[in-house]
């Protein structure tokens, strides 16, 4: 196997793992299906990385930002310890 085809191997196995790894509140967000995209990934890599990279990732990390909240954003004196 050429070196070009054991990096999409291994890119594929990493997209699946993060896939894996995030909250479900993240996917409910962002409004896709979690097991869909993990097979997705972990089945067909390339054919999915494409969409994946493009379409679902981006709308997972804005879910992420929103749902935890930024660690830069400003909070008032009073909610001190609170989240």
């Known amino acids: ?30 409004d896709r299906n979690k097991a869909f995209w993990v097979v997705l990934l972990a089945f067909l890599g390339i054919v999915a990385f494409v969409p994946y990279v493009i379409g679902v990732l981006p709308r997972l990390a804005e879910a992420g930002r929103v749902s935890r909240g930024s660690p830069f954003e400003k909070r008032s004196a009073g909610s001190f310890g609170k989240r």
């Open 1 to 30: 196997m050429s070196a070009v085809g054991w990096i999409i191997i291994i890119l594929n196995i990493a997209l699946a793992v993060d896939a894996g790894r995030r909250p479900a509140s993240d996917w409910a967000a962002a």
